[in-house]
């Protein structure tokens, strides 16, 4: 049995009629950190809400160091459930880690604090530079700091039906065939390409938000 002044566990329903115990909220689930472009700053977090909750504080950590640092904190509302910002903190392409935890307000103006969410991790999608050259096309993209390899995959779709290509720690591959097929001359091929990270037994990957294209002309 709780007693008052104090908190109360939150619970799947609320009910916020006893104002001198109020409900301190839980940890937060679903979370996701993410960068919206390759090239441009924009990061984004999402959270599944909690009913309690006045409000949402979040930080974003670079992951260089034994500890890393923190680069970003900020608060979003009690009605959010996703927010997104400009950093130029964020701008390096490297791999980060993302928290989120709410909180509530109380009548004398202090603060409580729910516990943080698991990190979220992940990183800028890299640059992708397509050209066509004698056998198939040659992508190159830049280095993201904190990888440990970089997956790539080709569809002759812009958004579906992309294939695997290759898990390679170099920066640069010649594609020759999407799927089983080689390339056709005169069809355009669009690539997608992730950064991966392994974190103890388990391998985090980055933001895949974009696809790149070129139409191919055999060489």
């Known amino acids: 049995m709780n007693v008052c002044p104090g908190f109360r ?18 940890k937060l689930s679903g979370c996701k950190a993410w960068y919206y472009s390759p090239t441009m700053n924009y990061f984004e977090l999402a959270w599944n809400s909690r009913p309690s909750a006045d409000g949402y504080q979040y930080e974003v950590w670079s992951m260089t160091g034994k500890n890393g640092k923190k680069l970003v904190t900020n608060k979003a509302g009690k009605y959010s459930t996703s927010t997104s910002f400009v950093n130029t903190k964020l ?7 993302a928290r989120m935890r709410a909180y509530v307000e109380l009548s004398d103006g202090s603060t409580k604090y729910g516990p ?7 990183s800028r999608q890299p640059d992708l530079e397509i050209k066509n050259v004698r056998g198939g096309q040659r992508l190159t993209w830049n280095k993201v700091d904190g990888a440990k390899n970089y ?26 065939k999407c799927g089983k097929s080689a390339l056709k001359s005169g ?5 997608t390409i992730v950064a991966n990270k392994k974190i103890g037994k388990k391998t985090y990957q980055g933001s895949k938000t974009h696809s790149f294209s070129l139409v191919y002309y055999k060489r």
Do not use: M
């Open 116 to 122: 943080w969410s698991n990190w979220s991790y992940t």
């Open 9 to 26: 566990a939150e619970s799947g329903s609320f009910d916020d009629s006893d104002h001198n115990c109020p409900t301190l909220p839980s």
């Open 91 to 97: 701008k390096k392409s490297q791999f980060v880690k």
């Open 151 to 176: 997956t790539i995959w080709v569809s002759t779709r812009a958004k579906t039906g992309f294939k695997k290509v290759k898990t390679t720690t170099k920066r640069s591959l010649t594609v020759k």
């Open 187 to 191: 069809r355009t091929y669009h690539y």
